[in-house]
């Protein structure tokens, strides 16, 4: 036994340092691009072999993976930063531009009645504040319906395929187009009951038309990487506040100059042309590719 003991303790005498680092780093660098960590047990040589002689025990050394490098990245020449998707970038995607301008359409189209329907009731009725305030819930309450309705309706795939390839947009496009008719109705009105009705009408149609644009925008982003969530998110508060605060602002003098009933119809028109630009892309898909293309396991992708 102290024979052999005295031949290995030989042989590790003679081995060189510098052979043994070269070769645990060799090692290490062929098991760093591999995944997780992973345990390497090397042979026992007299280059590598680390314990205890008089018990026999050998130790494994452990190897933990690197971190990654890109390829022909040097310190010299340090490879480029991944790009990250920019607003400018989500902009110039015609989903994302469609989406804001439908916001400011249909956020704009409920916020007009604020400046305008108190003055027209006040002229045509003699309404009081708390009469006006009490017309106001009619359209604000149906909203809160609708957030509920739609709100599963565009998040069950067999409702998007059965209206492939207008998918979410679908409840943008029909809910803006009838939200612009009862828009109409609103400037028609004669009397304040006939006025209720139909604000509640509007409410249930703009929420309608409002509640997909978000998730719409943020499926766009998460096919295209991922990476802005968060500046999709602030196009959107964007988009919405252009639509709350500018359509308002501009609605009165208009109304000043052709009445409430014109100016009912400049918001309707607003509505309408929100809703021809969401069908542009859509319907060229369907005319491209036609509707079957959209159907089934190898379908493709719509919003």
Known sequence: ??????????????????????????????????????????????DNEI????????????????????????????APLERRTTMWDLLKEWPILACCLATITVTGASGSFEPTLPIHMDEEYGSSPAIIGVVFIALVVP????????????????????????????FMIVGSLLAAIAVACVGATRNIAGLVVNLAVVGFLCGTAAVPILSTMGVHV?????????????????????????????LPPVMNAVGFAATMGVVSALLVFGAIVLTIQPTRMLRKYGRSAFVGDNARTFL
């Open 222 to 250: 998460y096919r295209m990487g991922g990476d802005a969530y968060a500046k999709v998110y602030a196009l959107f508060n964007i988009a919405y506040s252009i639509g709350v605060i500018v359509i308002p602002t501009v």
């Open 1 to 46: 036994m102290q024979a052999v003991q005295s031949s290995r303790a030989s042989e590790l005498a003679d081995v060189d340092p510098t052979q043994v680092e070269k070769q645990i780093q060799s090692t290490t660098s062929a098991e760093a691009s591999s995944t997780p960590i992973e345990e390497v047990s090397l042979p026992i040589t007299a």
């Open 51 to 78: 314990g205890d002689m008089n018990s026999g025990v050998q130790t494994h050394i452990t190897c933990l993976p690197a971190a990654r490098t890109i390829e022909g990245a040097t310190d010299a020449n340090p």
């Open 143 to 170: 909203s809160m319906i609708t957030g509920i309705l739609v709100g599963r309706f565009t998040d069950d795939e067999r409702v998007l395929n059965y209206l492939a390839p207008y998918g979410r947009f679908a």
